[in-house]
T-cell receptor, first 118, second 120 residues
Framework: AQKVTQAQTEISVVEKEDVTLDCVYE???????LFWYKQPPSGELVFLIR??????QNEISGRYSWNFQKSTSSFNFTITASQVVDSAVYFC???????????????FGTGTRLTIIP | GAVVSQHPSWVICKSGTSVKIECRSL??????MFWYRQFPKQSLMLMAT?????????EQGVEKDKFLINHASLTLSTLTVTSAHPEDSSFYIC????????????????FGPGTRLTVT
């Protein structure tokens, strides 16, 4: 069975500080995908990144960066120079390999509520 | 980019009535759609996987007779909460996988904006 753990329930940081959100996953699959989503107060999920299990390169997108460590089954997300607009709930998710049939399910972590204090 | 819409965005209904929520993929074909439920301050829990033209696959613990899912076309899936009760009040989110034409899509899963259901 797949499992995603986000141990940090809530985090508060002062604006402009860096913050890292942790994600640890469990799966028996050799091929899988990891995701991060942002859910602002409006409720709509915003896709941030997808990473497949064979690509362990870290990724940077503006102020966002992701560190994928297969050895520790972690896929952590760092926001640099945080801003108030970053305040949201962030979910890490895991799915098995996407096949042509497309029935692969996403398993979500419990989310981390991030509050950026102005 | 791919867009998934949900209608209505919010609904209030009386206990015992039924409510239908629509999920549409606006600019792509989706053979597979997923329905999630999210209680306040909790994670998204998958309720069922909906495949166009066939019966939905429900997750363990989800009552299929209470949560009726119909995926009649490549762009529309509906979730009907039958005989709703206050404990069904929740945020319902659908997602659709971009299958494209004959499997040539991106296979990405796109989420709708959600429907907030309140049962009084």
């Amino acid at each position: 069975a797949q499992k995603v753990t986000q141990a940090q329930t809530e985090i508060s940081v002062v604006e402009k500080e860096d913050v890292t959100l942790d994600c640890v996953y469990e799966t028996r699959d050799t091929t899988y995908y990891l995701f991060w989503y942002k859910q602002p107060p409006s409720g709509e999920l915003v896709f941030l990144i997808r990473r497949n299990s064979f690509d362990e390169q870290n990724e940077i997108s503006g102020r966002y960066s992701w560190n994928f460590q297969k050895s520790t089954s972690s896929f952590n997300f760092t926001i640099t120079a945080s801003q108030v607009v970053d305040s949201a709930v962030y979910f890490c998710a895991l799915s098995e390999e996407i096949s042509n049939f497309g029935n692969e399910k996403l398993t979500f972590g419990t989310g981390t509520r991030l509050t950026i204090i102005p | 980019g791919a867009v998934v819409s949900q209608h209505p965005s919010w609904v209030i209904c009386k206990s015992g009535t039924s409510v239908k929520i629509e999920c549409r993929s606006l600019d792509f074909q989706a053979t597979t759609m997923f329905w999630y439920r999210q209680f306040p301050k909790q994670s998204l829990m998958l309720m069922a996987t909906s495949n166009e033209g066939s019966k939905a696959t429900y997750e363990q613990g989800v009552e299929k007779d209470k949560f009726l899912i119909n995926h009649a076309s490549l762009t529309l899936s509906t979730l009907t909460v039958t005989s709703a009760h206050p404990e069904d009040s929740s945020f319902y989110i659908c997602s659709a996988r971009d299958w494209g034409l004959s499997g040539t899509g991106s296979y990405e899963q796109y989420f709708g904006p959600g429907t907030r259901l309140t049962v009084t």
